[in-house]
């Protein structure tokens, strides 16, 4: 619960004065907040079922049934007994891992992928965006995508990443990698991306999110929430998983590409 609390606090500075108020009241009265109807929490609150219902879109959900949803589920968990043995634990995980990688493979939409593809082909130069625990996969991507004779970087340093952005032009590609979708440095990113014209791809681990909205292609990889007290243990992995289907698909383009010139 601490976490998801976290997660919505990061958007406050981002509000205006009656959304801070409504997120505000969400954060301090959770409990009484999944019991209310918008209509309910408006007259407690004196502000419109419009403010609530644009707050909770503001820090990333459809409207205000989505968020009591998601709120609903971290209030359940955190009532949840902390212990469990450490074998049934392990295999707990282990089942999330396998959960993870299947939900990840039925989505995946083949099309988008090759048009991704198609876009590393296209473009003169690549650069992936990704902080925080998404940045080792940016690098690894970028190292293969290197190594295929690609100029492409993954920059670590979050003021680097914004001169990067503001240098990138329509002949270029950004490929934002983010678990949430909400990173507000990513949102940033891919707001001036998108002022310069840069295609871009995002590759996200949560449905329904802002930087799909920013973004030109779309990816979405299956990753369960899983936090031990403030440390964050989500798995990365589907992520990775879709940038490698991008980059296979991205050589057999190019192969196919060297084998039409050759004949």
């Not at 919505?8 to 009484?32: A, C, G, N, T």
């Not at 949430?180 to 449905?207: D, F, H, N, W």
Request: proline content about 3%; charged content about 25%; some cysteine.
């Amino acid at each position: 619960m601490q976490a998801f609390q976290k997660r919505l606090l990061q958007y406050r500075e981002k509000l205006s004065p009656l959304e801070v108020q409504v997120l505000d009241y969400i954060l301090r009265h959770p409990e009484e907040v999944i019991r209310l109807s918008v209509e309910e929490m408006a007259k407690k609150i004196f502000v419109s079922t419009a403010t609530i219902s644009r707050t909770c879109r503001r820090i990333g959900f459809r409207g205000f049934q989505d968020f009591k949803y998601e709120l609903s589920k971290n209030i359940a968990q955190a009532a949840q007994p902390p212990a469990s043995p450490p074998s049934y634990l392990l295999s707990q995980h282990m089942e999330r891992v396998k959960r993870e990688m299947e939900k990840t493979l039925q989505s995946i939409d083949e099309e988008k992928i090759k048009r991704a593809a198609e876009y590393i082909e296209q473009s003169t130069h690549i650069e992936l965006f990704g902080v925080g625990n998404s940045l080792p996969i940016c690098v690894d991507a970028a190292r293969k995508l290197m190594f295929s004779g690609k100029i492409c970087h993954a920059r670590e340093d979050w003021d680097e990443l914004r001169s990067a952005a503001n240098s990138l032009t329509e002949k270029d590609l950004a490929i934002l990698v983010s678990y949430s979708g909400e990173t507000l440095y990513m949102l940033e990113y891919a707001q001036i991306l998108k002022s310069r014209k840069v295609k871009t791809v995002a590759i996200t681990g949560t449905p329904h999110n802002r930087l799909q909205q920013e973004a030109d292609l779309a990816l979405h990889a299956h990753i369960v929430h899983c936090y031990f007290d403030d440390l964050d243990m989500c798995s990365r992995f589907p992520l990775s998983i879709i940038l490698d289907f991008i980059i296979i698909t991205y050589l057999n383009l190019k192969n196919n590409a060297g084998k039409e010139r050759d004949r």
